[in-house]
């Protein structure tokens, strides 16, 4: 992938990351190991790769953005949720020391956390509205996938040149991380 990116556009100035595997949801006591390892690669290891392909030419450019794409799922600890949870609690991790690692070269690092967001999928499926999962949202809807967009253009453009290593909800304030 680094070899035709930087063939076709060039070392990029901006990279996103949002990768899952899908897998049954299930008890912590059910869940096979396998899911934990995958949610592992997925999300951990993913960043990893992505990192050492593309930081290194923003290092040398002296600036750049890497965003990730989590969810609001890390803050809420539902049952069955554990190997998804996990894997992102791990990216966060991840992250965070990214940030730190990388922030002295102009770069910054920051995760995008949607809740359950409307996409194309859903639009055809008419099934925007889920009245169970809406009316625990303060703002009482699922979010559209542009506004997740919106946020990644954001954290990807000069407005947010100052924040680095953000977990940042867009949820309708389903989640709301504290200090």
């Known amino acids: 992938m680094k070899e035709t990116v930087t ?24 869940q096979p190991l396998k899911d934990y390892e ?5 999300n951990v290891v993913q960043n990893v790769l992505m990192a050492k ?8 450019k002296k600036g750049g953005r890497v965003i990730a794409i989590s969810t609001e ?4 600890a539902s049952p069955t949720f554990s190997a998804y949870v996990a894997g992102k609690k791990g990216m966060d991790g991840l992250l965070r020391i990214l940030a730190r690692e990388i922030g002295p070269h102009g770069i ?8 359950w967001t409307i996409s194309e999928r859903d639009r055809l ?13 303060p703002l009482r ?35 709301m991380p504290s200090v």
């Open 108 to 115: 910054t690092v920051n995760q995008v956390a949607p809740g």
């Open 53 to 60: 392909a593309f930081v290194p030419a923003m290092i040398e």
């Open 141 to 175: 809807r699922r979010g559209e996938d542009i506004e997740i967009a919106h946020a990644v253009a954001f954290l990807a453009s000069d407005l947010a040149s100052f924040i680095t290593g953000v977990y940042l909800p867009v949820c309708g304030g389903n989640v």
């Open 125 to 137: 499926a008419k099934s925007e509205k889920q009245d169970e999962y809406d009316q625990k949202v």
């Open 7 to 30: 063939r076709e556009l060039g070392a990029p100035d901006i990279v996103v990351t949002n990768a899952v595997g899908g897998y049954p949801w299930m008890t912590i006591l059910d």
């Open 73 to 76: 799922c890390v803050m809420q």
């Open 38 to 42: 995958d949610q592992f690669r997925t």
